[in-house]
C-alpha cells in the first residue's frame, strides 16, 4: 500500500510532484503539479481531469532522477481521502 503526504504549502521541497484532487460533476477527478525551486514558476503538467487511480499512476511516472521524494497530494474543500488510495500522512 503507497503512502503520500499531505501538501502544505513550503513543505514539499522542489521537484516534488503534487496531485491534487477536486470536484468536477459530482466526481472526484485530479491534475498533477511539480513545486519549482524559489523564484520559478511551479510545472502544471497536461491539464485534463484524471481519475484518481490515474492521477497516482502518472505522477509516480513524473518522479525523475535518483531523488526519493514522497507524492503529494492537496484535498480541495470537500474531498475526502479514500483509505483506497493508500495511506496519508
Avoid: C
Avoid at 511539480?34 to 509516480?60: C, H, K, L, T
Wanted: proline share 8%; hydrophobic share 35%.
Amino acid at each position: 500500500m503507497e503512502t503520500y503526504r499531505q501538501y502544505r504549502k513550503d513543505a514539499a521541497p522542489p521537484g516534488s510532484v503534487v496531485i491534487k484532487f477536486y470536484h468536477s460533476g459530482g466526481q472526484i477527478r485530479g491534475f498533477i503539479w511539480r513545486v519549482a525551486r524559489p523564484g520559478e514558476d511551479d510545472a502544471i503538467f497536461p491539464g485534463e481531469e484524471m481519475e484518481p487511480d490515474d492521477a497516482f499512476r502518472i505522477a509516480r511516472n513524473k518522479m525523475v532522477g535518483d531523488e526519493t521524494l514522497p507524492i503529494y497530494v492537496e484535498l480541495s474543500e470537500g474531498v475526502r481521502w479514500n483509505p483506497a488510495w493508500g495511506r496519508l500522512q
